[in-house]
């Protein structure tokens, strides 16, 4: 329907815009925001080549803890290899990283799922992906939305698909719209208003069949599958950072714009009233010297030799001249101070460990790891809870599919933190001693499940010998003597 192309249409317009803050943020590409439009104009061309990205790193280190590991069918090995089947023929080791890492950037992303054609050329080539039957495609919000009804936002009223094409010579606007029934191809017309119901039309493939535009969907559900990290639109992770990059940036562009005159300050000499300048020294290079007309193949006034030199064990006599001296170049510290304090505030406000942003640092372990990493972990593990449902969704769907309906889908991410040190493994025995399953304090000390399964954990561990203090030998009972 035109109504909801035209909504649509202005909907991924709306929203365009921060879509593409947070694209610039995370690449690093925004521009160094300057308080006087005078400074601006006047220094804004030497900062363009300097980019401190830190404000990538909160999205970085989230999608790295966020990692889907296993899609199965409970109690249904058939299905559950019917699921790896597609999932190795559409390389899915590879893109739901990056699914996962788009939704993180831009707050949202959309996995397509729809099944393979004889009558596609592109997927009839690729061979395994034809024989798994269903092929899944990643699409970006820059160009791609969900359009959920007003009155009930769990419900899809209908999705939208935009690119670019040309046609008859000119570059127009294809869009497919979504429907649980149906799908509608339109594009838009040359010279047309996209904004408005008149600057569209159906897209025919086959000009003496005026119904091609419109093609069945015989699934009843909308094939798009919204990965985000709120309702009903996701935020960017690094959102909240933005300002925290600006001020990075400021302070070490400003920073380095000043290194040249570190190397060469800026100097000055003090000169006698009446003084004679160019009877030992450099001259000057102004209109009314005598050597003005004496130019170069560039066109530019030539120097007078000077007659001073310099070296170990010289002395220069600068005739004319009664004081020397040179400017202090901007202390460094007094840029890169605050740029760490814009630095720390960015890990707060973005809940993002501040190791991550300094890992040549001292990182924190045992306790002060845990305390440090908690709100990484606890915003992970509600990442992957956001995550689940469009994953057993997308699954459910393929299987429906391909004629192997399943009322229940089982999702698996990689625990959000690991046991790494002695403390952990303390709290692993622990649980353990109080009745906790074996292989369920392994699961939660970072090891998979499927792993876990195929260890034999019904013989119990050999207990660890405790010499007593008392039996220990003392080499050197004096010294013993003072550390006690």
Not at 370 to 392: D, F, G, S
């Amino acid at each position: 329907m035109l109504d909801d192309l035209v909504a649509g249409w202005r909907a991924l317009e709306e929203a365009l815009p921060e879509y593409e803050k947070a694209e610039a943020y995370y690449t690093g590409t925004v521009d160094e925001v300057f308080a006087s439009p005078r400074i601006r104009q006047a220094i804004a061309a030497t900062g363009e080549r300097y980019r401190f990205n830190l404000a990538k790193t909160p999205v970085a280190v989230l999608a790295n803890r966020v990692e889907l590991t296993a899609v199965t069918v409970p109690d249904d090995e058939t299905a559950s290899a019917t699921i790896e089947e597609v999932w190795d023929a559409n390389n899915m080791d590879v893109h739901y990283p990056d699914l996962i890492l788009r939704a993180f950037e831009y707050g949202d992303s959309y996995l397509m799922a729809w099944p393979v054609y004889d009558d596609d050329p592109d997927t009839v080539d690729d061979d395994e992906l034809y024989a798994s039957g269903v092929e899944l495609t990643v699409h970006s919000p820059l160009h791609c939305r969900v359009i959920y009804d007003p009155e009930n936002e769990r419900r899809k009223l209908f999705a939208i698909k935009r690119w670019k094409l040309q046609l008859r010579g000119e570059t127009v606007w294809r869009v497919d719209l979504y429907y649980p029934d149906r799908i509608e191809q339109w594009v838009s017309k040359i010279g047309g208003e996209v904004g408005t119901p008149e600057g569209w039309e159906p897209f025919l493939q086959d000009d003496q069949d005026p119904t091609t535009w419109i093609l069945d969907n015989p699934y009843n559900e909308i094939p798009f599958f919204h990965h985000r990290n709120a309702l009903p639109y996701g935020i960017p992770e690094h959102r909240d950072g933005y300002g925290c990059q600006d001020a990075i940036n400021k302070m070490l562009i400003t920073q380095l714009t000043t290194t040249d005159s570190h190397g060469w300050p800026q100097r000055y000499a003090l000169t006698d009233q009446g003084a004679e300048l160019d009877h030992n020294n450099d001259g000057p290079l102004w209109d009314d010297d005598a050597d003005a007309d004496d130019t170069t193949t560039t066109g530019r006034i030539k120097a007078p030799s000077s007659g001073l030199s310099g070296g170990p064990g010289t002395m220069l006599e600068l005739q004319g001249m009664k004081a020397v001296g040179q400017f202090t170049a901007a202390d460094p510290s007094v840029f890169t101070d605050p740029a760490q304090l814009y630095i720390r505030l960015m890990a707060q406000v973005t809940e993002t460990p501040l190791h991550a942003f300094d890992p040549s640092g001292d990182t924190p372990s045992g306790e002060s790891l845990k305390v440090a990493e908690a709100p990484l972990v606890k915003k992970a593990i509600n990442r992957e809870t956001m995550l689940k449902a469009p994953v057993q969704e997308t699954w459910k769907f393929v299987l429906r599919i391909l004629g192997r309906p399943v009322p229940r889908i089982d999702v698996r991410f990689a625990p959000a933190q690991a046991a790494t040190g002695k403390s952990d493994w303390e709290v692993v025995e622990l649980k353990q001693a109080v009745g906790v399953p074996k292989d369920q304090t392994l699961i939660e000390a970072g090891y998979e499940a499927d792993v876990v399964e195929g260890w034999d954990l019904s013989t119990p561990a050999p207990p660890v010998a405790v010499v007593p203090a008392a039996a220990v030998p003392v080499e050197n009972p004096q010294m013993e003597a003072q550390d006690a």
